[in-house]
């Protein structure tokens, strides 16, 4: 998806993920623990958040199922690798990077002629219940 210039393009794209993930286990059949959800959600949201505020021009938002991993890439027009701060629980804000390489399972940047794609993978599967499961 293209994250447009004004906030509501997060939120949308949190939504976006919650439909890809529920149609991937229902339609694919693929194993979707309901806390890799949750976490999916949080990564759009940081890289997406990212990839508006700190660089002009178009974002884009991709996610794929990899083997028992969602991807999420976040690709921007600005080609510098982004820094992910250390912990200060003094700071307010510019925890967005911390928060997803915390949550991944493998987190990357590759600088591009035109940008850079920041790429987050989110395990699948856990111990919890999984998409769909009644409580």
């Known amino acids: 998806m293209q994250l447009s ?6 939120a949308a794209a949190r939504r976006l993920a919650a439909e890809f993930l529920t149609r991937a286990g229902t339609e694919q059949h693929v194993a979707v623990a309901a806390h890799a959800l949750g976490l999916t959600q949080l990564v759009v949201s940081e890289l997406g958040t990212n ?3 700190h660089a002009p021009g178009p974002a884009l938002m991709e996610l794929r199922i990899t083997d028992s991993t969602v991807e999420v890439t976040a690709q921007d ?20 990077l911390e ?16 940008g850079k794609r920041v790429t987050a993978h989110i395990a699948l599967g856990d111990k919890g219940k999984l998409l769909g499961e009644e409580s």
């Open 77 to 96: 027009s600005v080609p510098v690798r982004p820094t992910i701060h250390a912990s200060d629980p003094q700071r307010i804000g510019r925890h967005g």
């Open 99 to 114: 928060i997803v390489a915390a949550a991944a399972e493998d987190f990357y940047v590759r600088l591009e002629e035109t």
């Open 51 to 53: 990839a508006r505020r």
């Open 5 to 10: 210039g004004d906030t509501s393009c997060i």
